[in-house]
């Protein structure tokens, strides 16, 4: 085993340095207040001996207290796909590094990174991983238990200036989704990956409005998602109704400039984030 000490400089840089430090032949991320059923890797790499891949993706269990209770599974039961019928057929939402274990001379020779320095940069990375994969392995048994009682996690905290990073961070995974796509020549066979780029596109509209950003710093959101293909958001990706018409009202700039104006706060209070 080994332990790497650095200055905390957030998740993708210290996932990135393990990916540098690491000398097995997969890697797989646990986060410290989670747990793993005690069977995955003996299991998992005996499935990997037999049918060899660059992902084997598995479920997760949200786990509400602390008692790890461990649930019986079975290994046997494994698919066999391509990335991209992954992608095509499967919610990304959420898909975290959690939900598989990955071959990291398959990370190297692809040059596939966290994003670093914003959130939502797990998906990014799950989604690029899953695109650069020939052969995936989907086993549906839960073997992470993925607990929940943080309250300052990255989705309950709700202080102004996270709300506007988040803003910020979600056109940047917005682009980020459209570039994966790009780089293959897809346009919107992968509905799943599809959904995520106006889904971050919606959000960061959203969140934009929530948080009083005035004129400029919406015209500058706006700016950069149509520089990045992202926009205007594509309503027919969105099922509940209300979130279709959340989308009509977010592709209207004109709108959005006027209804960012009235809600500009004083300047005291106003935070400016640039792109």
């Known amino acids: 085993m080994k332990v790497c000490n650095q200055t905390n400089c957030g998740q ?4 990135n340095r393990g990916i540098q430090l690491a000398k097995g032949k997969y890697i797989h991320f646990v986060d410290s207040d989670d747990y793993i059923h005690p069977c995955i890797y003996k299991n998992l790499l005996d499935i990997l001996e037999r049918v060899p891949a660059q992902m084997l993706i598995f479920d997760l269990k949200e786990v509400y207290d602390e008692s790890h209770v461990i649930h019986e599974v079975s290994f046997e039961d494994v ?3 391509s990335g991209y019928e992954y992608a095509r057929n499967n919610s990304l939402m959420p898909f975290g590094p959690c939900q598989y274990i990955i071959n990291k001379e398959f990370i190297i020779s692809h040059d596939i990174t966290f994003p670093e320095g914003v959130y939502f940069e797990d998906i990014v ?3 690029k991983a899953l695109l650069d994969s020939d052969t995936v392995l989907k086993l549906d048994q839960q073997l992470y238990y993925y607990v929940q ?16 990073k988040i803003a910020r961070d979600a056109v940047i995974a917005s682009a980020n989704f459209s570039a994966i796509l790009l780089a293959k020549g897809y346009k919107d066979e992968i509905c799943s990956i599809v959904w995520l780029k106006n889904h971050f596109s919606l959000w960061g509209i959203v969140n934009s409005l929530r948080t009083g950003s005035d004129y400029n710093e919406m015209k500058d959101r706006i700016s950069f998602l149509k520089k ?13 109704f209300w979130i279709k018409c959340l989308a009509v ?3 209207m700039p004109f709108v959005l400039y006027l209804f960012a ?7 005291n209070n106003t935070v400016k984030v640039d792109l």
């Open 228 to 240: 990045n293909k992202c926009y205007p958001i594509k309503i027919m990706c969105f099922k509940p």
């Open 79 to 81: 698919q066999e796909m």
């Open 249 to 251: 009202f977010a592709n």
């Open 149 to 164: 009682y943080n309250a300052t996690s990255t989705t309950k905290n709700k202080e102004r200036n996270h709300l506007l």
């Open 125 to 127: 990375f799950g989604a």
């Open 12 to 15: 993708s840089i210290a996932r």
């Open 261 to 267: 104006c009235f809600c500009k706060r004083q300047s």
